[in-house]
């Protein structure tokens, strides 16, 4: 079985179409290449009672949740605050965070910017020494900022702990449609059901019109379902091929 995730994607400006999430899908790329699998997106407002009750369910139902946004100094960073309570957890100014903070600004150190060290209380630091390179980790739930560039180099320094049994997988490029081959398709999932089959029609390429996709952490059983694929598809029907 692969270790399962879920993303929690936190913003009143993704909801509203000011920003467009990139986050999630940098998570889900990443997360595969681990061989993670993640099950499912949510995408919430900065509401305490709302953040919490989606993380509490999403940290009972898979081994890794990313939650992304509502983490900085002002009135809607509310992330920590809903995660403590989400879990009946006091919010606590955290030591560490506290003393790289001041560091950081010395005179210069304020209460907005104090609101950083916020987490809730038992957070665990992960991922570095320096002040934006750690990532507060309450139980399974790994809490990152909005911001795409420091959300990316944070998860690379921490990336390796989520590391299982890869994915492998093979590609196919069919030049007939799904009308043609869906009937394939069926029956080679009914001798292969634990197969990962994706069928993404292609519109205005020339040269293929659905690309195919197994997938599976086994690769005896993912080759023996590549080769009855191969064999039953009509003949000339392959544009190319792509593999690992």
């Given at each position: 079985m692969s270790k399962t995730a879920g993303i929690i994607i936190i913003g009143n400006e993704v909801l509203s179409g000011k920003t467009q999430d990139t986050n999630s899908h940098f998570l889900c790329q990443e997360?595969?290449?681990?061989?993670?699998e993640v099950q499912r997106?949510?995408?919430i407002p900065d509401e305490i009672e709302l953040i919490g009750n989606e993380a509490a369910s999403f940290s009972r139902q898979f081994d890794f949740v990313f939650t992304t946004g509502g983490v900085g100094p002002t009135h809607d960073d509310v992330t920590m605050a809903g995660i403590a309570h989400g879990f009946g957890l006091k919010v606590i100014r955290?030591?560490?965070l506290e003393r790289r903070l001041r560091e950081r600004h010395g005179e210069n150190i304020n209460e907005a910017r104090l609101r950083m060290a916020e987490v809730p209380e038992g957070a665990e630091?992960?991922?570095?020494?320096?002040?934006?390179?750690?990532?507060?980790?309450?139980?399974?739930?790994?809490?990152?900022?909005?911001?795409?560039?420091?959300?990316?180099?944070?998860f690379l320094v921490i990336k390796e702990r989520f590391r299982d049994a890869p994915f492998f997988l093979n590609v196919v490029y069919?030049?007939?449609?799904?009308?043609?081959?869906?009937?394939?398709l069926n029956n080679l999932l009914k001798d292969f059901p634990d197969l990962l089959l994706g069928s993404y029609p292609v519109l205005d390429n020339p040269d293929y019109k659905v690309?195919?996709?197994?997938?599976?952490?086994?690769?005896?059983?993912?080759?023996?379902?590549?080769?009855k694929l191969i064999s039953t598809i009509p003949k000339g029907a392959i544009h190319r091929i792509e593999g690992n």
């Open positions: 997360l595969r290449t681990l061989g993670v997106i949510s995408v955290h030591p560490e630091l992960v991922g570095g020494g320096s002040l934006y390179a750690a990532v507060a980790k309450v139980r399974n739930i790994y809490v990152f900022p909005g911001i795409p560039k420091i959300l990316q180099q944070r069919v030049k007939e449609g799904e009308g043609v081959i869906a009937s394939i690309k195919l996709t197994l997938e599976s952490k086994d690769r005896v059983y993912l080759n023996r379902a590549f080769e």
